[in-house]
């Protein structure tokens, strides 16, 4: 069973930097669609970045130009590169995926969730 992992959250200073990384475990096959969510206190989970099997990107549009997903299958691993932080970017941020992976012989499709990890915008 695939699990997921998210590092690098933390407290910023409005107009920091802050790296997030989501590692996958497991006998990895294929990533499908990945992506990260964020949810701020007393509001519904927004995606925020996406990114296909393909390489198609896409942002939240509160997000455009200063956050960047990327990933590195080789080390099935998925970032999220944020700058230029303001407070309204403060939530617990979550990665997700749809992964196909192999235990015991058998092979399983399905869609995992990280724990999360806070991110806060503060002075």
């Known amino acids: 069973q695939v699990q997921l992992v998210e590092s690098g959250g933390g407290l910023v200073q409005p107009g920091g930097s802050l790296r997030l990384s989501c590692a996958a475990s497991?006998?990895?096959?294929?990533?499908?669609?990945m992506g990260w969510h964020r949810q701020a206190p007393g509001k519904q989970r927004e995606l925020v970045a996406g990114?296909?099997?393909?390489?198609?990107?896409n942002y939240a549009d509160s997000v455009k130009g200063r956050f960047t997903i990327s990933r590195d299958n080789a080390k099935n691993t998925m970032y999220l590169e944020m700058n230029s932080l303001k407070p309204e970017d403060t939530a617990v941020y979550y990665c997700?995926?749809?992964?196909?992976?192999?235990?015991?012989?058998?092979?399983?499709?399905?869609?995992?969730w990280g724990q999360g990890t806070q991110v806060t915008v503060s002075s």
């Open positions: 997700n995926g749809d992964i196909l992976s192999v235990k015991g012989g058998i092979t399983t499709r399905r869609e995992s």
């Open positions: 497991g006998t990895i096959i294929r990533f499908y669609d």
């Open positions: 990114i296909t099997a393909e390489g198609n990107i």
